[in-house]
């Protein structure tokens, strides 16, 4: 009995148009994954929005940019207050904030990862280690983040004393609602940005940290994804956008060819 097998020129044939079916399925593929990713970040963002207006019917006011310890070598950042509201409560029951943030009764709050604040476009580690010029192993480790405040269009790490910023977020002082006065739908809360930027946390910074404040706020200054802009600058890994969360808690992707002057504008919590 005969047995007939394939040919060399069939295997090749068949392998090009596998090949070819490869290379026209494979783009379709990755959009359609870096879709989902996308909307699971605009869904972190709308929970981080539910819960900082829930904080705001609870206060009075959004969360302070920062909290300082006792002793003001480190500070807690605004997302912090927010543990309470995002099913976080044995976290937020752990945090004393009048604790240094080094303090070792807090190594399990440093050590807590919280899936909410990362946006799963970004390959980003779990941790910031924080170092010093001297030495490679890190004084301090934070859990990171992808999401930061809006601290408007400072720089909120340019000068110290820290100037207080334009945008929601500013210094030790909180915000109303009612002081967006170019609209709640019309101003930014919180955006994104990548690890490639700049490491970031939820939690708070160390002052020892020369970049301390921008760990958890950010600038609004060129555009986001600006390649040569400061790295307290918004990013994203997603192609051409980066979400923000607006005061009305929507959440829109912010193209990288935003206007300058609006995307400021928009940065500002008034005129």
Same mark, same amino acid.
Not at 150 to 179: L, Q
Not at 261 to 271: D, S, W
């Given at each position: 009995?005969?047995?007939?097998?394939?040919?060399?020129?069939?295997?090749?044939?068949?392998?090009?148009?596998?090949?070819?079916?490869?290379?026209?399925?494979?783009?379709?593929?990755?959009?359609?994954?870096?879709?989902?990713?996308?909307?699971?970040?605009?869904?972190?963002?709308?929970?981080?929005?539910?819960?900082?207006?829930?904080?705001?019917?609870?206060?009075?006011?959004?969360?302070?940019?920062?909290?300082?310890?006792?002793?003001?070598?480190?500070?807690?950042?605004?997302?912090?207050?927010?543990?309470?509201?995002?099913?976080?409560?044995?976290?937020?029951?752990?945090?004393?904030?009048?604790?240094?943030?080094?303090?070792?009764?807090?190594?399990?709050?440093?050590?807590?990862?919280?899936?909410?604040?990362?946006?799963?476009?970004?390959?980003?580690?779990?941790?910031?280690?924080?170092?010093?010029?001297?030495?490679?192993?890190?004084?301090?480790?934070?859990?990171?983040?992808?999401?930061?405040?809006?601290?408007?269009?400072?720089?909120?790490?340019?000068?110290?004393?820290?100037?207080?910023?334009?945008?929601?977020?500013?210094?030790?002082?909180?915000?109303?609602? /009612?002081?967006?006065?170019? *609209?709640? %739908? +019309?101003?930014?809360?919180?955006?994104? $940005?990548?690890?490639?930027?700049?490491? @970031?946390?939820?939690?708070?910074?160390?002052?020892?940290?020369?970049?301390?404040?921008?760990?958890?706020?950010?600038?609004?200054?060129?555009?986001?994804?600006?390649?040569?802009?400061?790295?307290?600058?918004? /990013?994203?890994?997603?192609? *051409?956008? %980066? +979400?923000?969360?607006?005061?009305?808690? $929507?959440?829109?992707?912010?193209?990288? @060819?935003?206007?300058?002057?609006?995307?400021?504008?928009?940065?500002?919590?008034?005129?």
């Amino acid at each position: 009995m005969n047995r007939r097998g394939l040919t060399i020129l069939e295997l090749l044939t068949v392998i090009g148009i596998l090949s070819v079916l490869a290379a026209t399925l494979l783009p379709a593929v990755v959009a359609a994954r870096e879709a989902a990713r996308r909307i699971e970040c605009t869904n972190h963002l709308r929970q981080i929005g539910i819960a900082l207006h829930s904080y705001h019917d609870a206060e009075g006011s959004f969360p302070a940019g920062w909290q300082d310890d006792r002793t003001g070598q480190s500070a807690y950042g605004w997302a912090a207050p927010l543990l309470q509201y995002v099913d976080q409560q044995s976290v937020f029951d752990s945090l004393d904030r009048n604790l240094t943030l080094s303090d070792s009764r807090l190594d399990g709050v440093r050590a807590t990862s919280l899936n909410l604040f990362f946006c799963p476009s970004d390959v980003a580690p779990i941790r910031v280690e924080l170092l010093n010029s001297l030495s490679t192993v890190p004084y301090l480790t934070l859990p990171a983040a992808n999401y930061i405040g809006v601290y408007g269009t400072e720089e909120p790490d340019e000068y110290h004393p820290v100037p207080p910023g334009d945008g929601a977020f500013i210094n030790t002082r909180p915000v109303r609602i /009612s002081e967006l006065t170019r *609209g709640a %739908s +019309n101003t930014f809360l919180v955006g994104e $940005r990548s690890v490639s930027m700049f490491p @970031s946390t939820w939690l708070g910074f160390d002052r020892r940290d020369e970049d301390a404040e921008c760990r958890i706020l950010g600038s609004a200054l060129e555009g986001p994804n600006c390649e040569q802009c400061d790295e307290c600058e918004f /990013s994203s890994r997603h192609p *051409g956008i %980066s +979400n923000f969360l607006y005061g009305d808690g $929507r959440v829109c992707g912010i193209a990288n @060819s935003i206007d300058t002057e609006v995307y400021r504008q928009t940065a500002r919590r008034n005129e």
